[in-house]
């Protein structure tokens, strides 16, 4: 043969070699989805801080998550270098509302392994009781602050959900079902919140209508260890929710309750409840049926029921186990653009008033406060906390821990990661196990960096971290505590917990898995 086709040959061969690896390996969902040209991604990722220089866009400006905040969650998943050198690229001075951490000039040593109270990394517990204030028979401390938000098995993979409650139960930390039911995906270790939105799949009789005996019959069945009640979410605040019947298996058909051959619907509004009063009824009924915890999630526009729900609670004793705030620009869910960019609000203006709601009214030390909406990073979380949430909620920046490269096709069914499909080709690249671990490694290295910062700080646990930790900066040089910005009172901070020292005691030694 000719020198060209020799080189030909070798060049189809080494192309058909590099084919069957990237099909057979497990590591990277976008090779096995896409052999030999998926490799062109990771080439033009390598050089992207390069062409982003001169062409493309900074480090800061993606949306709905930066580059920057991208690459940290990717690098701590592989347990990778997840520095960045050369110092701040943000522009600190020019940017309105900028937020600074105030360290301690007498910080908290960081443990040593023969210390006390070494490996912090799997033992960070929630600073209250879930479940205390109520008597709830199964009441619990989490074992986590950092715990993962809803995302169902229907929007979700099989292997995605699969590989979240696995890294879930490998970090120590609770897993979040969403409103699509539990399945069989979701019993791998990690102890579950099951949400029961508008449409109560799983919890439905025969007629459609909320059943508090399937509550019992799911509960007895799975390791379910508090219920949420889904009022709203960041992604559609105030709107339903479609599951398109060409989407719809078999299995997720029977995990719901719902039949084959017609559009799944998540209502707008509860039909089991129309009123404050209504709410804490199911309330109570589920968590005496039960005896977990039971509390509400929900994206804030008007803040009438809350002060309602409020005085109820105040009036009667009754009431929810946990509140999750969800602000608006979370959003896993798809979404219609115009719910997704206007309705509800932000995180950072939302919690502070429902906060404010519940401490006028002295049962902010009672309830377990959980924050989520872009709450995924350390620096984000600390102003969480310093706001006075409990535990912190994520979402998208798990979907990134397994594969996703926020290709923003969560809504078609062309997740080319195979994290939001159930398209066989583009799911079989998603491995599972090995996925489990970068998602575990996220949120060891989440809770990690949020002990860093408290430890700077001071503190041996988040739960201590106060608003005056804390300074929004402002373009006239002044800066203000983001509690006084949301004219927070004295005592509403601290103390979080009844017994917040003994948690930091608890941080000693090894802890079961929640």
Request: hydrophobic fraction near 40%; aromatic fraction near 8%; charged fraction near 20%.
């Amino acid at each position: 043969m000719s020198t060209g086709l020799w080189v030909l040959v070798t060049v189809v061969g080494l192309l058909i070699i590099v084919a069957i690896y990237d099909l057979v390996q497990t590591k990277r969902a976008i090779l096995r989805n896409f052999p030999v040209i998926g490799h062109l991604r990771y080439l033009l990722e390598s050089i992207g801080p390069e062409l982003r220089q001169y062409i493309v866009t900074s480090n800061d400006e993606e949306r709905p998550f930066s580059r920057d905040e991208r690459s940290w969650v990717y690098a701590s998943a592989k347990k990778q270098n997840n520095y960045f050198g050369f110092g701040t690229d943000n522009a600190i001075e020019q940017t309105p509302n900028y937020m600074i951490i105030k360290h301690s000039v007498f910080p908290l040593p960081e443990p040593h392994k023969g210390d006390d109270d070494y490996d912090p990394l799997h033992n960070v517990p929630c600073a209250k009781v879930m479940g205390a204030w109520r008597g709830r028979a199964k009441a619990f401390r989490p074992t986590s602050i950092i715990n993962t938000s809803a995302m169902s098995f229907g929007s979700l993979s099989a292997r995605a959900t699969e590989a979240i409650n696995r890294g879930a139960f490998e970090a120590n930390a609770m897993h979040n079902t969403g409103e699509g039911g539990v399945a069989s995906y979701h019993d791998h270790g990690a102890g579950l919140i099951w949400q029961l939105g508008t449409g109560y799949f799983g919890a439905r009789d025969a007629d459609g209508n909320f059943s508090l005996d399937r509550v019992v019959e799911v509960c007895k069945a799975h390791n379910v260890r508090a219920i949420e009640i889904k009022l709203s979410q960041g992604a559609k605040p105030g709107r339903g929710g479609v599951l398109p019947a060409a989407k719809i298996t078999e299995e997720i058909a029977r995990i719901r309750g719902i039949p084959m051959g017609k559009d799944c619907i998540s209502p707008a509004y509860h039909r089991a409840f129309k009123d404050v009063n209504g709410l804490i009824e199911m309330i109570e009924s589920v968590a005496d049926a039960t005896g977990l915890p039971v509390g509400v999630k929900a994206a804030i526009g008007r803040d009438e029921f809350w002060s309602e729900l409020g005085d109820t609670m105040v009036s009667t004793g009754r009431g929810p186990d946990f509140i999750q705030v969800d602000g608006g620009e979370g959003g896993t869910g798809a979404a219609p653009l115009v719910f997704a960019d206007h309705v509800s609000l932000p995180w950072r203006h939302a919690f502070p008033r429902i906060y404010s709601i519940f401490a006028e009214r002295e049962l902010h030390r009672d309830i377990v406060f959980i924050g989520s909406g872009r709450l995924g990073f350390p620096s984000t979380a600390f102003v969480a906390f310093g706001l006075g949430v409990d535990m912190i909620s994520v979402a998208r920046e798990v979907m990134l821990a397994i594969g996703c490269i926020q290709a923003q096709r969560c809504h078609n069914g062309h997740c080319p990661t195979g994290v939001a499909t159930h398209n066989k080709w583009l799911v079989r690249g998603l491995d599972p196990t090995n996925k489990a671990h970068r998602m575990a490694n996220y949120l060891i290295t989440f809770r990690k960096e949020i002990m860093w910062l408290a430890r700077a700080c001071g503190h041996a646990h988040p739960g201590f971290i106060r608003g005056s930790d804390i300074e929004i900066l402002a373009d006239d040089y002044s800066g203000r505590a983001p509690t006084e910005l949301f004219n927070y009172q004295d005592g509403w901070e601290l103390p979080r917990g009844s017994d917040l020292e003994a948690v930091a005691g608890l941080m000693r030694g090894p802890n079961p898995a929640g």
